[in-house]
């Protein structure tokens, strides 16, 4: 499976982004764990959202709780992060990732990812 992220930009800090991710390629989406990440220079890259493949289970990293919101399109392959008041601190560039998952493990997990995407870069200016 190919993912391919896109939405990033320089935002002013308060504002809002979208980040999708865009998947391409077997197996089918609706058995893809889907998930966000983060990584400034220099740090590890930092759990952001997840979701689980029936989108019936969330989890967001302490700092996003309240202010990143995780979805996904089964329609149209994709999962999407809408990021609101968003702070200088969650600059980062960020990373789609996919896990092939069985129907029975509805789960979401910060770990086990197989697939990345490119990254896209998100700046917000204080």
């Known amino acids: 499976v190919q993912l391919q992220a896109s939405g990033g930009g320089l935002v002013q800090a308060g504002g809002s982004l979208r980040l999708s991710c865009q998947t391409s390629?077997?197996?089918?989406?609706?058995?893809?764990?889907m998930a966000w990440f983060r990584q400034t220079p220099g740090t590890e890259r930092e759990f952001v959202a997840g979701i689980s493949w029936s989108a019936n289970s969330f989890d967001y990293g302490d700092s996003v709780k309240g202010r990143f919101f995780i979805s996904r399109d089964d329609s149209k392959n994709a999962a999407y992060l809408r990021m609101n008041r968003l702070r200088p601190e969650d600059t980062a560039v960020y990373y789609c990732?996919?896990?092939?998952?069985?129907?029975?493990?509805?789960?979401?997990?910060?770990?086990?990812?197989?697939?990345w995407g490119q990254g896209t870069q998100v700046t917000v200016s204080s």
């Open positions: 990732a996919a896990q092939i998952v069985d129907y029975s493990d509805d789960r979401v997990t910060d770990y086990g990812y197989d697939y």
């Open positions: 390629g077997p197996p089918p989406f609706k058995k893809l764990r």
